[in-house]
């Protein structure tokens, strides 16, 4: 059963549904971002929160699909990176050129080093990481950080109690990159957030 909370936020999303079903239509990206907007996932206000205490100049988002945290984040230089051409089209329809759009995987950090040309205060990487063995991920911000300093990560981890997920990364796991800094609650019974000062 729905908590009030939630149909809440269900009721105050149906402009998004709308919005973003539309893109869907003439872009044709995964349905889950048409069903998770902003205002329905509380994780993604929190994720902003914790970026902005930073005050961060530079900030990447790699998997930002329509691009709904790097778009609210408040910094002068805003990338958003995402496997999906399609998503990708739609962020840069949602949101213009306010945030650098670009198609890019990070397990390919090359090509987003090269995009980026300079040092990263925060990389972000939420609600997809669980679906990679942490050991690609380890190898995959190495091959970042080789190429550009790269400040503070913040990753998510799901609770192994959430069925459905490929991989429950622990924070033991987090601390492989470096210091976990601050973990806080994504707020959805589902993640924790973790802000990571990376080892370069
Ligand atoms: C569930 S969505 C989350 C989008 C966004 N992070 C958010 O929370 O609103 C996951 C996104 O990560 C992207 N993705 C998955 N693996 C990726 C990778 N290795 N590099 C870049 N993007 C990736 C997917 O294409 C998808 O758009």
């Not at 959430?162 to 959805?188: E, F, K």
Request: net charge positive.
């Amino acid at each position: 059963m729905r908590s009030t909370a939630d149909l809440f936020r269900l009721m105050r999303s149906i402009p998004d549904f709308r919005r973003y079903g539309h893109l869907q239509e003439e872009f044709g990206f995964d349905h889950w971002h048409v069903k998770s907007p902003y205002r329905r996932r509380p994780y993604k206000r929190r994720v902003v929160a914790v970026i902005d205490g930073f005050a961060p100049e530079t900030v990447v988002e790699i998997g930002c699909g329509l691009g709904e945290i790097i778009c609210r984040i408040k910094a002068p230089r805003r990338f958003g990176f995402d496997l999906e051409a399609s998503v990708i089209e739609g962020a840069k329809a949602l949101h213009g050129s306010a945030v650098a759009f670009h198609q890019g995987d990070l397990c390919k950090p090359v090509a987003i080093a090269a995009i980026v040309g300079g040092p990263i205060d925060v990389l972000v990487a939420v609600n997809w990481p669980h679906m990679l063995p942490f050991d690609d991920i380890v190898t995959a911000i190495a091959g970042l950080t080789d190429r550009t300093p790269v400040r503070t990560l913040i990753i998510d981890t799901i609770h192994p109690d959430r069925p459905g997920y490929q991989h429950y990364h622990t924070v033991g796991d987090v601390r492989r990159l470096g210091d976990v800094t601050a973990t806080v609650s994504g707020g959805d019974f589902i993640r924790e957030l973790h802000a990571v000062r990376l080892s370069q």
